[in-house]
Every structure is written in structure tokens, then in C-alpha cells.
């Protein structure tokens, strides 16, 4: 697996249920690829920019379809790590308008 940019989202594994952060009012987990709703606040991973063996409850990116998974234990296989982050998705619409078709 190959990590993008560091301001890369990515989405909580299942284990993200039994996580301190809840789901309170209006905070939702974020799925890419999924319709938003302007002004909902999500929660994601995102990469700190390290790669180590994580410690126990710690979060760590892995998977071919790369989701953020919790630490249950102390790991002994190195993974990027990651930290949680809650954001508000601001959907900006272009407007596309057809002059004549060819």
C-alpha cells in the first residue's frame, strides 16, 4: 500500500462502533464515494505522516481498500499511522451550462 497526502481522509474500519468518540448528534463516520450533506460533521483517520508498529489503542491504516483500524493490542507488523479528525463537508456546485451540441 502506498500513502497519498498527508490531508488524505480515510474512512474508520468496523471496529470504529466501540470507539470514545461516539456518534453524537449530527456526527456521522464518512464513507468516500458517498453523498454528503453540506454542513454534516464527519470523523475520518487521517495519516500523521509515520510508519511504525502501533501500540495499543492506537489508530493504523491498512487494507487494499484502505480504512483506519483501532489497536486492540501492541502490533509487531509496522502500518501508517493515523489519527481521528472531525470536519464539516462545505459542497461547492459548478454549474455547467450547454451551448449548442455538435
Known amino acids: 500500500m502506498t500513502m497519498k497526502a498527508q490531508d488524505e481522509l480515510y474512512p ?3 471496529g470504529h462502533r466501540d470507539m470514545r468518540y461516539g456518534r453524537g448528534p449530527g456526527l456521522q463516520p464518512w464513507r468516500p464515494r458517498v453523498q454528503v450533506r453540506d454542513g454534516t460533521e464527519y470523523i475520518a ?8 508498529r502501533p501500540l495499543t489503542g ?3 491504516i491498512s487494507g487494499a481498500v484502505p480504512h483506519a483500524y483501532r489497536a486492540l493490542a501492541d502490533l509487531t507488523t509496522e502500518y501508517y499511522i493515523a489519527r481521528i ?5 462545505k ?4 454549474e455547467v ?3 449548442n451540441e455538435l
Open 45 to 52: 483517520a487521517q495519516w500523521t505522516g509515520s510508519k511504525r
Open 12 to 14: 474508520l474500519g468496523d
Open 85 to 89: 479528525v472531525k470536519f464539516r463537508v
Open 97 to 99: 451550462t450547454v451551448i
Open 91 to 94: 459542497v461547492i456546485v459548478k
Open 58 to 60: 492506537e489508530w493504523y
